[in-house]
C-alpha cells in the first residue's frame, strides 16, 4: 500500500469517527451508513483524481461535484437529469428540505427525528468536512491543519447534544486524528528511503545485523507515545476540572459538577445575550412572580455577580458549589442594626426561559425548589447541575429587604483587608483616564458612601450619557474608555464603568446581572419580559453588606438610600442629581412608549407573542441553526485565511519596529532578508540554504525576473546582510522596509495572476508552522528522554560490557 492511499484512508477514518459525535443528535443512525457511502465514494474520487495527475484546485472542484451529485442523487433524483446531475430543479429542492429541516429543528428536541431536511443538513455538512479533511491531509500533504475541519466538527456535535455527548465520541474522534498523523510521519518517514535497525541477535549474525527489526522504528514510537499522551491529558484535565457553563440568555445545557461533594464553577460570561436581549423586536415573558414585598420597585432578581475583571472583561470567579442548604447563611458584611423585612416571592420560569442560573431576589435566605441545584456562597446563587436549567420551574424564594439609610453607608467602617484586596483589584492595561475620572468625579467627599452617589448620578444625571442599545457591547478596558468618551452605551458600559471607577478609589465592586422588577399585571402578579435583562454595581459596605446602585439612567429604579436626600458634601446640588426612574427598560432611551398611562397600570401591555426562549440562540431550532452557521463560516472563511493572516503577521512583526542598540539593527537587517527569502518563496522560488547573500540575490532576481528598483533593493539588502554577518564594524543599513516593498512589488509585476493570488492567500512559506511545530515536538521529545536517561543506574552499562566484549 502506498503513503498517499494510506493517508487517504486514514483520513476518511478520521472523519467519520469525528461524524460519530453527530449520533445523539438524530433518533437514527442510518444516516450515518449512508454517509459513510457517500464519503467513501467522494475520497474515491479524490483518490482518482490525483492518480491521474490533476491539478490541485481541479481535484477540489471534482470532489465537491462529486459530493453534489452524490446529495442530489440521494436527496433530489427525481429533478435531476439522469437522476444524478443537479440543476435549478436541484437547487429548488435542496432548499425546501432544508427550509423544512430548519422547522423540524425548531419543533424537536434532540434527540429529533431523521427526516430527509436534517439528514441533507447533517450528511452534507459531513462531506463538507470530508473535503477540507482529504484536501488538507491528502491532496496537499499537510495533515495538521486538517485538524481544524475535524475540531469543529466535533466541537458542533458536542455541544448541540449536550447531556448526550460521551467521552467516547471524544475519544474517536481523537483516535481517528492521532492516525491521520501518524500514517502522515510514516509517509515522509519513508521518504529518506529504508531505515536500518539493529538486529537485536547481535554483531555475530554479520550482515543479518542490518536487517530491518521488526520493532516500531523510534521516531515512530515517540509520536506514538506522544499522542497517547496527549491523549491522555485530553481526557484527565476534563475530568479533573468539572465546569458550570452558561450564559445570561443562552441555551446551556451543561451543568456545573456532579454529587454532593464540592465541586466549582468555572469564570463565565452570561452577558454575552444581553445586548441582543434588549434588541429583540417582539417583547416576551420570561418569568412571572407574585410577592409580599411592600417594595415591588425594588424587586430586582438577581442570579449573578460578575467579580473578576480581567481587562477583557468582566466574568465569575471560579468558586466551590455545595448543596442548597434549608436555609441559606447569613448575607455577608450585614450587620443585625441594620432594618430588613423577610419577604416571600414564587416565582414561575417559561418554558422557554433556559439558563443554568437561577434568578432569584438578593439577599436570599431560603429557596424552595425541585431539581438539580448547587449553592455558590460567595455570590449567592443558585446554579444548575447536569443539565439542570429554568426552563418552566417553579420555586419559592424567601429574602431580606434590607434597609439601611444614607447615615449607616455614610458611617460604615471600612472593610475587611480580604473584601479589600480581591474586589479592588483592576487592570495594570486599565486607562489612567478611567481612574482621573473617577477622582475628578468625587474631590470634596467624605467617604466611600457620598464617592458612590456622586459616580451613580455622573452616569445617571450629570454625565450628559445616553442610552443606547445599538452601541457595540464591548467590555475590555478599551470599551470603557471609549464609553467615558462616546457617552453613549447600555446597561453594561454603566454597570462595568461605574464598577471599575469604584475600585480604583479603594470601594469593593462587583456587577450583577439579572432582569429589573417587571410590569404588574392586573392580578398583582409581576410579568419579566425579555427586555428587562440588566446589569447593575454593587459596591460593598461593612455592616450593610452588598448594596445596589443604578447608574444607567432611564431604567430600573434608585434605591431609598442613594436618592438626592442623602447626605453629601460635594460641589454638586444634590436637589438636581435624581435619575428618572422607570419600571419599564425600552430597547432605547428615547423609544416611545405606545402604550396608555391607564391600561400599563392595569397590566395590560404585555406582548402577545407566544413564550419562546429568551433569544436567538434559546430556542431548541436557533440552538442548531447558530452553530451550523459557524460551523460553515469557519469552513469558508476562516480556515482558508488562515495562511494568509499568519503570513500577515510574520511579516508584521519582521518589518515592525525595533529597538537602536547595534544587536537591533543586526536584528532587523536579518529578518529583513528572512522576508525577502520567504516572498521570494512564496512566488516559487524555493531557498537554498547552501548559498551565501549574494547568490541567493542573484537567483532570487535571475528567477524572479526582477529589474530596476527591485532588483537593486535585493542586492541592497543581501550586501546589508554581508555587512552584519562578516564587517568589523557592521554599518546600519536604512530603508529596508522599502526595499523589502520594492521586492515584493518586483516579484508580483513579474508573475502571473494566478501566481500572484497563490503567494497572496496560500503561501508556500506558511509551512514553517508545521516545522516549527514538529521542532517544538521533536525538543520536548528530547527533553523526556533526557531526563528519563539520567533516573537510570549507572551500572548498568557496566554490566552491559562484558556482552560487548564477548560478542
Known amino acids: 500500500m502506498s503513503g498517499r492511499t494510506r493517508i487517504t484512508l486514514c483520513a476518511y477514518a478520521a472523519t467519520l469517527m469525528a461524524a460519530s459525535a453527530l449520533l445523539p443528535l438524530l433518533d437514527s443512525a442510518q444516516w450515518l451508513a449512508l454517509a459513510a457511502v457517500l464519503l467513501a465514494v467522494q475520497f474515491g474520487a479524490g483518490a482518482v483524481a490525483r492518480r491521474v495527475s490533476l491539478a490541485r484546485p481541479l481535484t477540489l472542484v471534482f470532489q465537491a461535484l462529486v459530493g453534489l451529485m452524490l446529495l442530489t442523487l440521494s436527496f433530489a433524483r427525481q429533478e435531476a437529469l439522469l437522476g444524478v446531475v443537479p440543476g435549478p430543479a436541484v437547487l429548488a429542492r435542496f432548499g425546501e428540505l432544508l427550509s423544512q429541516g430548519g422547522q423540524d429543528i425548531e419543533r424537536y428536541a434532540i434527540p429529533a427525528p431523521s427526516s430527509p431536511g436534517i439528514e441533507l443538513m447533517v450528511i452534507g455538512g459531513v462531506l463538507t468536512v470530508g473535503l477540507m479533511v482529504d484536501a488538507l491531509a491528502v491532496t496537499y500533504r499537510s495533515a495538521a491543519p486538517a485538524g481544524l475541519p475535524l475540531l469543529a466538527l466535533y466541537s458542533v456535535a458536542a455541544g448541540l447534544a449536550g447531556d448526550a455527548a460521551s467521552v467516547l465520541w471524544f475519544v474517536l474522534a481523537a483516535i481517528g486524528y492521532l492516525l491521520l498523523l501518524l500514517a502522515e510521519g510514516r509517509d515522509r518517514l519513508s521518504q529518506w528511503g529504508r531505515v536500518f535497525g539493529g538486529s537485536s541477535a547481535g554483531a555475530a549474525r554479520g550482515a543479518r545485523a542490518f536487517e530491518s527489526s521488526r520493532a516500531p522504528l523510534a521516531p515512530v514510537r515517540t509520536g506514538r507515545r506522544i499522542g497517547v499522551l496527549a491523549l491522555g491529558v485530553a481526557l484527565a484535565v476534563p475530568a479533573a476540572l468539572p465546569a458550570l457553563d452558561g450564559g445570561l440568555l443562552s441555551d446551556s445545557r451543561s451543568g456545573g459538577g456532579s454529587g454532593s461533594g464540592g465541586s466549582t464553577i468555572n469564570a463565565v460570561n452570561p452577558l454575552v445575550s444581553l445586548q441582543d436581549s434588549l434588541n429583540q423586536p417582539e417583547d416576551v415573558e420570561v418569568l412571572r412572580y407574585r410577592t409580599n414585598s411592600p417594595d415591588k420597585d425594588g424587586m430586582y432578581l438577581r442570579f449573578v455577580a460578575l467579580d473578576q475583571f480581567d481587562g477583557t472583561t468582566w466574568k465569575t470567579s471560579e468558586r466551590g458549589v455545595k448543596d442548597v442548604p434549608d436555609r441559606l447563611p447569613q448575607p455577608t458584611g450585614l450587620s443585625s442594626s441594620i432594618a430588613t423585612q423577610e419577604v416571600q416571592t414564587n416565582i414561575t420560569a417559561s418554558d422557554g426561559y433556559r439558563q443554568d442560573w437561577l434568578p432569584m431576589p438578593y439577599p436570599a435566605t431560603r429557596v424552595d425548589i425541585d431539581g438539580r441545584w448547587r449553592f455558590e456562597p460567595e455570590g449567592r446563587t443558585l446554579v444548575g447541575d447536569r443539565g439542570q436549567n429554568t426552563r418552566g420551574v417553579e420555586y419559592s424564594v424567601n429574602s431580606l429587604v434590607v434597609k439601611p439609610t444614607a447615615q449607616d453607608l455614610a458611617t460604615a467602617p471600612r472593610p475587611p483587608a480580604d473584601i479589600v484586596a480581591e474586589y479592588t483589584k483592576v487592570p495594570s492595561t486599565l486607562p489612567d483616564v478611567v481612574k482621573e475620572t473617577a477622582r475628578n468625579i468625587t474631590v470634596g467627599s467624605r467617604n466611600d458612601y ?3 452617589v456622586r459616580l451613580q448620578d455622573w452616569f445617571a444625571v450629570n454625565g450628559g450619557f445616553t442610552y443606547d442599545t445599538d452601541v457595540r457591547s ?26 471599575a471607577m469604584a475600585r480604583t478609589l479603594g470601594i469593593p465592586a462587583r456587577v450583577a446581572v439579572g432582569f429589573t422588577p417587571g410590569t404588574e399585571r ?3 402578579t409581576m410579568s ?6 440588566h446589569a447593575w454595581p454593587e459596591l460593598y459596605f461593612e455592616g450593610v453588606g452588598w448594596t445596589r446602585f443604578e447608574p444607567t439612567p432611564s431604567i430600573g429604579s434608585v434605591p431609598d438610600y442613594a436618592l438626592p436626600e442623602s447626605p453629601s458634601s460635594g460641589p454638586s446640588d444634590p436637589a438636581e442629581q435624581q435619575p428618572s426612574v422607570s419600571q419599564e427598560p425600552s430597547a432605547t432611551a428615547s423609544a416611545p412608549d405606545t402604550c396608555p398611562a391607564d391600561q400599563r397600570r392595569r397590566g395590560e401591555c404585555e406582548s402577545s407573542a407566544p413564550v419562546q426562549a429568551i433569544t436567538p440562540t434559546g430556542s431548541d431550532g436557533s440552538s442548531w441553526r447558530l452553530p451550523l452557521i459557524a460551523l460553515a ?15 500577515m503577521r510574520v511579516t508584521a512583526r519582521r518589518l515592525g519596529s525595533r529597538g537602536r542598540t547595534p544587536d537591533d539593527a543586526r536584528d532587523r537587517t536579518l529578518q529583513a532578508w528572512q522576508e ?16 551565501t547573500a549574494r547568490k541567493s540575490a542573484e537567483r532570487i532576481v535571475r528567477l524572479g525576473r526582477l529589474d530596476g528598483e527591485a532588483a537593486d533593493a535585493v542586492h541592497r539588502i543581501a550586501g546589508a546582510v554581508e555587512q552584519v554577518l562578516y564587517a568589523p564594524q557592521p554599518q546600519s543599513a536604512g530603508g529596508l522596509v522599502d526595499d523589502v516593498g520594492r521586492v515584493r ?3 508580483s509585476a513579474a508573475a502571473g495572476r494566478w501566481e500572484r493570488l497563490r503567494a497572496r492567500l496560500f503561501p508556500r512559506s506558511a509551512v514553517r508552522v508545521i516545522w516549527a511545530a514538529s521542532a517544538r515536538w521533536g ?3 528530547e527533553r523526556c528522554r533526557t531526563a528519563v536517561r539520567s533516573r537510570v543506574p549507572r551500572r548498568l552499562p557496566a554490566l552491559r560490557r562484558p556482552f560487548r566484549q564477548r560478542g
Open 779 to 781: 525538543a520536548l521529545a
Open 633 to 647: 463560516a469557519l469552513a469558508v472563511v476562516v480556515l482558508p485565511l488562515l495562511p494568509l493572516l499568519w503570513r
Open 522 to 524: 392586573a392580578d398583582e
Open 676 to 691: 525577502v527569502l520567504d516572498t521570494a518563496w512564496d512566488h516559487g522560488i524555493v531557498p537554498d540554504g547552501a548559498l
Open 474 to 499: 464591548g467590555t475590555g478596558v478599551s470599551a470603557i474608555s471609549r464609553f467615558l468618551e462616546d457617552k453613549r452605551g447600555f446597561c453594561v458600559h454603566f454597570s462595568f464603568s461605574m464598577a
Open 450 to 452: 457620598e464617592s458612590a
Open 528 to 533: 419579566v419580559s425579555i427586555r428587562n435583562a
Open 745 to 747: 512589488a518586483g516579484l
